[in-house]
């Protein structure tokens, strides 16, 4: 579902350019989980905003169903954003003004989804992670398990078909990211949501189909072959 | 300099822009101040100017009833033989009036100059330096007529040739006149002053055998006041002696409500400015918050954080006050032409010539943009100072304060308002109560508006919820926005207030103007001379008024004499009236029952305009004493009238009368009834023909002298309008300023939305519709608290300035200004944030702080 | 301030302009030299004098004045001088006819200025006080039958219409003032040819000119307002014309003096722009003996020497100290200043003092004050 080819992003920092994915190819397949590791600066991020669109890269082409993400324009990678992708990232990154059920919602209101079906898929989203109960707390009132919690219900009410997660478990301990982690899983396949994670935590990359690992600018599947000849 | 300090620094030079605006803010308001009084300052200097100019050395005049003084008593004075070892005194003699020459109203002075150069001598003679023209100037002055000196830029003003030829006209007649000598280095003093020779001036005024006044010059170190009293016993009735400082003093007295009223304007924007610095200073303490707290956590003591704060706006404040200096300067220039507009209108001539920057103006701007700026700083610097150092505060908890401080704010709102109220009712006449008591309102304005705002927001918020998050987000955004833009709202409100309740003060008083002057002139064709209200040489031709009254068509005439008389409580202003049966019933009683009071006028007794009744605290049957020709006389108030055209109040008479007690048989106007066939156009134009080559009069149909009224009311209020718009321009700045700020904090919360799926285009529309929200709501706020302002204006500064009654009158276009200048505040302010909210580089935008 | 400033010194310019600017008793200024004197009536030729009408004002000339100095003693044993002086200066002839009636009645053609000085020896005092006036209203004028001159409450009077009728002195000034009777001790005496006295070669350049050398003066003098009875001796000019002072002629030297033994010289040198003496310089001598005539003193009868100098404040020269010989008389006398700074600094600036006279006339030591007035010495700013 999700198809990388010869993808390259370079940065200016003052006269030196910075080449930070260089002809990277990858293939993920629908419903398979991925994760993705590599050294702080190798441009993990930096490919996670490529797949989203948050980013433009310089070359190559990132296809998600069929569609050249790389080749729409601003609102229409905005648009397809919100109705394909899902994200959680590190930091939970959720809206202070709004409560927990809002923070959800919100994602279903972006898609056209309002009223009380919205309130209904937004609590029934927050009750997957366990969280109805707070559906009206003020989001800094939570926990980090939590708030990330709440995150993963924001990234997958509108259910998206691929969910970028950005080390979701790297600002929790290690019991609570126990607690999260099945969550994540559990639902992203109860879906038959596609997952892309980036990680340094091994033990989750171990809850993966496929590690890829990115060096100089290119994926490697871990045991050193390429992603690439295995797609 | 220290740690410390450089560590805040440095934060304050990482948001150039926020420090900027609230710099633009404080500036503004300090620069309006400054405007206000120099422009004052200068309308005063160039009349004291020109009055030391044509007073030289004199340090008392003799001045006398509105007739002028009859010249003998100089010669008496100058002759009379004295006694042994009696101590000198200097006497010069003037004759002022009025002369046109175009357009321009200049002021004629009639000097002996062989007197006034010996009274301006500095010791028993006064030779050295003199120029020495010769003896051709010399006769020129004093034996070919028409022969006057003025300032070269004045000569240059009235475009004056080489030849020094040129035409004046004085009530209406026209003379030729020449220029004998230009002064380059004449002055300020000498701008827009025609001087001629005395026996000149006196046959062109019309005042031959009399005297405007004698200037006297007491020498020094002698026991003046016995001579004073001396002089003084000497002098005829109706005569008076008066120190000439003191005499400037009162005449420049005129101005006094108008130019506190200046002063409160200009005061209102540095109150708007007081609020943006407040607004700016606590936003920055707020952002530093854990800067701030990390410093306490290391050592840093309650004090030095205080003084931290503290010096941080006394930095900003002196900026402030230094950039608000210069910009006074210049916005000051440009208000000085209305200032004196409006005193030409209103009161006297004075010509600015140049704009003088009072002494103390640099202190004023020191101590209003420091002393703004260290008040607006104390309560955050207070906050931060004292509060214990946590190093995070969650954001919910932040706002649970907001929301305290909004109620504690909704609080004294209510007890600034009944504040207010109170100043009101404990004054029943000071001026200044009336103005702490409209400050106050303000202030209660602005406590409430960032209350309203929230408590609106929050109702849309509920209210949207059930439709949409982003509603939901985009209203609780803006409540929870209130620690940082609260304040800015709040001065944005204030100022709507001001606006609404100044423009609905104007429209009222042009509105009661309006009623007044259809119910007051009841003639159908109005006849003056022209000149300045109450000069002397503004009179009708007798023979020119036989013409006018020949004309066909006339059914009945009312005449009227303006002069100035002395009283008891300086010079009032007297309106002298021969009344037609139906100009009676254009005079409305405030007090007084007309029926009564007009047999008594006929009698003797007057009637006071209310402007007058209120200045002097007069009621019918209280006795005003006048000098007339024959000394001091007391008059019986007989009843009270409204009157909008003269705001220091006017004594009515009726004309038999006046000429009983003054030896003064001119008429300045005539208002004339037609028959009922006879068309107003046709008798101007019938009377125009009568007077034609003998005096050039105003005659103008009712109409046509209703609208110039109307006209000179709105060039009045020119200045009130623009003081107005500079607070409403502090206002907009600072609503700028608070919202970019704002925005700037939220890059995260809007990259979030982006990243999320927002579209940049609805991603600015966003941010413009809270802004536009923002804007409305405070108009909303300043509607009724404008109505209260308009209330205070109209029934407390008004009256106690001049004792006018004036009906309020509404209507909705005495709101659209407020309403666009809300709008246009808001969107301006929220344009910049939204195409950033657009643009935002979505990359970087989530990154942790 | 400034400019308040400003307009007093365009005013002050003004009347300085009209300031007459002819010194006292003397021949006319250069200033003048540029009007035209056609308008006016012009001494040109010896008339009758007749008095007391020749006393008093002659408006159909250009300008006169009464001119009165003297020498008092207090009977406290104080010395004092004085000198009043009153200058009528036309601007332009007089109108004929009456005034248009809607004249103002300060409409004037004709101004007027005084100067009265007073030099307080005892104390080592010099005070003078100038005034200027209009002839209007009764402010400042002339009339004779009586005759009197005046400005403000300054003035000279006769008692009473009658050639050889009383004067009054009448002025102040702050710290002094004069109430004076005068006594004439004789006939006027016409000086130059029968009271025609010519100043220059130039025909215009002359005016009609009398003295009375001697009068007695009785009154009293307030200093600071405290009065002192005076007793003295007065001498009085008188001078009338249209012309004005040639163009070479920068200044001059003039002297009237009393003798203790009755006598009087006048005597005034006129200087060129050089400093050498102008042969039309003259004098008159008047004899003490009652009936005895009085005759002419031309330049070339009287030697003047020079024997001191004093400088003003601004560094200005002046002679302060006088031989003079007059051999046909043999009069030969020192003449001193009573007090070195009697300089009046009004427009022009001029000296004029209070002298001592002491010397030889036929053989007998003789001793004598008077007044000497020198002009043109300052320079006009």
């Not at chain 1, 892309?196 to 490697?220: I, K, P, Q, S």
């Not at chain 2, 009072?358 to 209003?368: D, E, F, Q």
């Not at chain 2, 020119?544 to 009283?567: D, K, N, Y």
């Not at chain 3, 200033?31 to 308008?39: H, K, L, Q, S, Y």
Request: charged share 20%.
């Amino acid at each position: 579902m999700l198809s990388i080819r010869q993808l390259s992003r370079s940065f200016r920092e003052g006269a030196r350019v910075h080449r930070v994915l260089e002809g990277l190819d990858a293939q993920v397949r629908s419903g398979e989980r991925v994760a993705i590791m590599g050294r702080s600066g190798s441009g993990k991020s930096t490919l996670l905003n490529l797949i989203s669109g948050i980013d433009r890269a310089d070359g190559g082409a990132v296809h998600i169903d069929g569609t050249e993400v790389t080749a729409l324009g601003e609102p229409a990678r905005t648009l397809f954003r919100r109705a394909h992708i899902g994200f959680v990232y590190q930091f939970f990154n959720l809206i202070p003004t709004l409560d927990v059920l809002d923070n959800v919602r919100l994602m279903l209101e972006l898609n056209g989804v309002r009223g009380a079906p919205a309130r209904a898929r937004g609590l029934a989203a927050l009750a997957g992670v366990g969280l109805e109960e707070r559906a009206h707390s003020a989001v800094d009132q939570l926990s980090g398990g939590e708030q990330q919690r709440v995150a993963i219900a924001r990234a997958l009410v509108h259910e998206p078909a691929l969910l970028l997660a950005d080390e979701p478990t790297g600002n929790l301990d290690e019991e609570t990211a126990r607690e999260v982690l099945p969550v994540l899983l559990s639902l992203t396949r109860a879906r038959g949501a596609t997952l892309l994670m980036v990680t340094h935590d091994e033990a989750l990359a171990a809850t993966a189909d496929r590690v890829l690992e990115l060096r100089e600018g290119r994926l490697h599947e871990r045991r050193g072959a390429p992603a690439a000849a295995q797609g | 300099m220290n740690v410390l300090h450089a560590a805040s620094l440095r934060h304050l030079l990482r948001h150039p822009a926020q420090l900027l605006l609230a710099l633009v803010g404080l500036v503004l308001g300090v620069g309006t101040i400054v405007a206000v009084d120099i422009a004052t300052a200068s309308a005063r200097r160039a009349f004291e100017l020109s009055l030391e100019a044509v007073n030289g050395a004199a340090t008392h005049q003799i001045a006398g009833p509105p007739g002028g003084i009859d010249e003998r008593l100089y010669v008496g004075l100058r002759t009379r033989p004295r006694a042994p070892g009696e101590p000198l005194l200097r006497f010069a003699p003037v004759v002022s009036g009025y002369a046109t020459v175009g357009e321009r109203v200049l002021q004629l002075i009639g000097i002996d100059p062989l007197a006034s150069a010996e009274l301006d001598g500095a010791g028993a003679t006064d030779a050295p330096g003199f120029a020495v023209h010769g003896v051709r100037e010399a006769r020129a002055w004093f034996t070919d007529p028409g022969t006057v000196v003025m300032s070269s830029a004045t000569a240059r003003e009235l475009g004056i040739g080489a030849d020094g030829r040129f035409e004046l006209a004085i009530g209406g007649v026209h003379h030729p006149a020449t220029v004998m000598a230009r002064s380059d280095d004449a002055g300020a003093g000498f701008a827009g002053l025609i001087v001629t020779d005395i026996a000149q001036a006196q046959e062109w005024l019309g005042a031959r055998g009399r005297l405007s006044r004698i200037d006297v010059r007491v020498p020094d170190g002698t026991p003046g006041a016995a001579l004073l009293a001396q002089l003084a016993a000497q002098l005829p009735a109706g005569v008076t002696l008066q120190a000439t400082r003191a005499a400037a003093r009162e005449t420049f007295a005129m101005t006094d409500a108008f130019t506190t009223n200046l002063r409160a304007m200009s005061l209102l924007a540095l109150l708007v400015g007081t609020l943006l610095i407040y607004g700016a200073m606590s936003f920055a303490v707020l952002q530093r918050r854990t800067i701030i707290a990390v410093l306490r956590a290391l050592g840093a003591t309650r004090r030095e954080v205080l003084m931290m704060v503290l010096s941080e706006a006394a930095v900003l404040g002196v900026a402030g006050a230094v950039g608000g200096a210069l910009l006074g300067l210049l916005i000051g220039r440009g208000l000085v032409g209305l200032v004196a507009q409006t005193i030409n209108d209103l009161y006297f001539v004075v010509a600015v010539s140049e704009v003088s920057v009072p002494p103390g103006i640099l202190v004023t701007a020191v101590a209003a943009g420091l002393g703004t700026a260290l008040v607006a700083a104390l309560l955050p610097a207070l906050e931060v100072a004292t509060g214990a150092p946590q190093l995070a505060l969650a954001r919910s908890v932040l706002e649970r304060r907001a929301l305290h401080v909004a109620g504690r704010l909704a609080l004294a709102s209510l007890l600034l308002a009944l504040g207010a109220g109170a100043a009101i009712a404990a004054s029943s006449r000071s001026l200044l109560a009336g103005f702490v008591a409209l400050f106050l309102l303000l202030l209660s304005v602005a406590a409430v508006t960032p209350a309203a705002l929230r408590a609106l927001a929050l109702a849309v918020a509920r209210l949207g919820a059930r439709v949409s998050p982003v509603v939901r987000l985009a209203c609780v955004d803006i409540a929870a926005s209130l620690s940082r833009t609260g304040v800015a709202i709040a001065a944005l409100g204030m100022a709507l207030a001001a606006m609404i309740g100044v423009a609905i003060m104007v429209e009222s008083f042009r509105e009661s103007l309006r009623e007044w002057l259809i119910q007051t002139m009841r003639a159908d064709v109005y006849v003056s001379a022209p000149g300045v209200s109450d000069s002397l040489e503004r009179r009708l031709d007798p023979e020119v008024v036989r013409a006018l009254l020949a004309v066909p068509g006339i059914r009945a005439h009312s005449e009227g004499r303006r002069v100035t008389v002395s009283s008891s409580g300086g010079p009032l202003d007297l309106n002298a009236v021969g009344l037609a049966p139906a100009s009676y019933a254009g005079f409305r009683f405030t007090q007084g029952d007309p029926a009564r009071a007009w047999p008594q006028f006929v009698r003797g007794d007057v009637l006071i305009s209310e402007p007058l009744a209120w200045r002097l605290s007069l009621a019918p049957y209280d006795r005003l004493t006048l000098i007339t020709d024959s000394g001091p006389r007391s008059f019986t108030v007989a009843g009270v009238y409204r009157e909008y055209g003269n705001d220091r109040g006017e004594v009515l008479m009726d004309l038999a009368q006046y000429r009983r007690w003054w030896s003064d048989d001119g008429i300045a106007a005539l208002g004339i009834y037609l028959v009922p066939t006879a068309s107003a156009a046709q008798m101007v134009s019938a009377l125009r023909a009568a007077t034609h080559g003998r005096q050039a009069l105003l005659i103008r149909s009712n109409a046509d002298l209703r609208a110039l009224s109307m006209r000179i009311f709105e060039r009045t209020f020119v200045i009130t309008r623009v003081l107005y718009w500079l607070a409403a321009g502090v206002a907009a700045v600072g609503l700028l300023s608070a919202l970019l700020a704002w925005e700037l904090e939220r890059t995260r919360e809007l990259a979030l939305l982006r990243t999320l799926g927002l579209t940049p285009a609805a991603t600015a529309l966003l941010v413009l519709a809270q802004t536009t929200f923002m804007g409305l709501a405070a108009l909303l706020a300043a509607i009724p608290a404008g109505l209260l302002t308009s209330l205070v204006l109209t029934e407390v500064i008004n009256r106690r300035a001049f004792g006018w009654h004036i009906d309020l009158h509404l209507q909705p276009a005495q709101f659209t200004n407020a309403l666009w200048l809300a709008l246009a505040a808001a969107l301006a302010a929220g344009l910049y944030p939204a195409w950033r909210s657009a643009r935002l580089a979505l990359a970087g935008g989530l990154r942790e702080e | 301030m400034i400019g308040a400033r400003a307009l007093r010194r365009a005013l002050v310019a003004i009347s300085a302009a009209l300031l007459p600017a002819g010194a006292p008793a003397a021949p006319l200024p250069e200033r003048f030299t540029g009007a035209p004197p056609a308008e006016f009536a012009q001494a040109l030729e010896v008339r009758p004098f007749v008095f007391p009408r020749d006393h008093g004002p002659h408006p159909e000339f250009r300008q006169e004045w009464w001119y009165v100095t003297g020498n008092l003693d207090a009977t406290s044993g104080e010395r004092f001088g004085f000198e009043l002086t009153f200058f009528r200066f036309a601007l332009a002839p007089p109108l004929a006819g009456d005034a248009p009636p809607a004249s103002s009645a300060w409409r004037t053609r004709t101004l007027y200025m005084a100067h009265f000085a007073v030099t307080d020896v005892a104390r080592g005092r010099f005070r003078f006080m100038q005034k200027l006036s209009r002839e209007a209203l009764g402010l400042a004028g002339a009339h004779s039958a009586p005759l009197r001159v005046w400005i403000d409450d300054w003035s000279l009077a006769q008692a009473a219409v009658a050639a050889g009728a009383g004067w009054t002195l009448q002025a102040a000034q702050p710290g002094y003032e004069i109430e004076l009777t005068l006594e004439p001790r004789g006939a006027p005496v016409l000086n130059g040819e029968a009271g025609l006295s010519r100043k220059s070669d130039e025909p215009s350049a002359a005016s009609y000119y009398y003295s009375i050398p001697r009068l007695d003066v009785r009154g009293r003098l307030l200093r600071d307002g405290r009065p002192l009875e005076v007793r003295g001796a007065a001498w009085l000019d008188r001078e009338w014309g249209s012309g004005a002072l040639g163009a070479r002629q920068a200044g001059w030297d003039w002297f009237a003096l009393q003798l203790d033994d009755g006598s009087a010289l006048m005597f005034y040198a006129l200087r060129d722009r050089d400093g050498r003496r102008d042969p039309h310089s003259a004098g008159t001598w008047t004899p003490a003996q009652a009936g005895a005539d009085a005759h002419p003193l031309a330049s070339a009868d009287v030697a003047i020497d020079v024997t001191g100098e004093w400088r003003n404040a601004r560094g200005e020269r002046y002679p302060a100290g006088w031989r003079l010989q007059v051999p046909q008389l043999a009069l030969d006398v020192s003449v001193r200043p009573v007090l070195a700074d009697q300089e009046l600094a009004t427009t022009p600036r001029y000296w004029e003092g209070a002298v001592d006279v002491a010397g030889q006339r036929a053989g007998r030591s003789v001793r004598g004050r008077g007044y000497v007035e020198l002009v043109g010495y300052a320079q006009e700013r």
